[in-house]
């Protein structure tokens, strides 16, 4: 087969032990996924009621346009309809971009570590790729100005960053976007938007205004519960969108999905509240790494990059071991650290004594 090169040095994505898998392999019966950054508050009760109450037609292809989904978004963001785009997943979206905009001889930026689906998509199609080391967890803008070259397509800005959670003001996102070429494409990245509590933050939709050069990604994977439904979209002007229309696949959300999130999309108060007590259960982990002298990134989302004082594979196996399931820093570019997901205040109580056993097998770093 003729395959492109740059599949030669790639790997497919290995997705985290299933909570299925755990429960076979270490014979557990709770487990408690701490791994994907999911909603640990399930979903809207609005959703599920819909779901009980509302047949699908299977055998009709869905609304290749999300149209009724694409009014309520656009009522909602105070843009015009052509300005959103849909995706499965904003995963997609980042794959539509680089199939749209990169290729042999295109240049693209991009934080490291950060979410790694921007260089993996960008090597597929054969672009150079730069990657500017964080700064305590935040995006070194000044030098990714430095990089920037005629050849330059896409800049990535992950914000809030996964996997460290730090955000980057928008104010410095303004300065950023003056400075940089108006043929270059920004990615706000922006999937736990809805967990951000900085009050001095804006929401970087209404720099479209001012910015033709950007794209916004959202997801009803996080805060609103969705994730199996795989549905993210993007918001940009819509001479950025028509581009990008062209290389998406007619059908690529599901009826099931888009109809969910129309009623999702409505329960202001289920993300009001979700927010709320993952900023409460925050704090307890900002407590559990100052108690024991552990470092832990400032974060802006549902989950931690916490340090650990064992290698971070040993730990996650430890805790993996106890029924929790995290990522270890060792798979995400941060060696030392382990991610977890911000869970409900009875499943960190669980992840807190199972973290405190791990930190006395492996030496506190408690002075
Ligand atoms: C920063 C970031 N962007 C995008 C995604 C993809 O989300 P989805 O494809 O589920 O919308 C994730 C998922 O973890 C993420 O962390």
Redesign the pocket.
Known sequence: MKWKTALEEMKPYKPGKSIEEVKRTYGLTDIVKLA??ENPYGTSQDVLDYLNKNPLQYEIYPDGHSSRLRKKLAEKHGVSEEAILFGN???EIITIICRALLDEGKHTIMATPT?PQYAHNAKIEGAAITEIPLVDGFHDLEAFLDSITKDTAVIWI?NPN?PTGNLTPVGEIIKFLNKVPEDVLVVL?E?YFEYITDEQHVDSISLLKQFKNIIVLR?F?KAYGL?SMRL?YGVADPAVVTPLNKVRNPFNNNSLAVAVAEVAVMDNGFIETCRSLNDQQRVRFQELAVRHGLHMFDSQTNFVLIQVPTDADEASEFLLRQGYIVRSGNALGTPGYIRVTIGTEEQNDGFFAAFEELLQKGGSHEA
């Open positions: 994907s950054n997943g904003s995963d979410f992950c996964n990245d999937a997801t994977s994730a993210g």
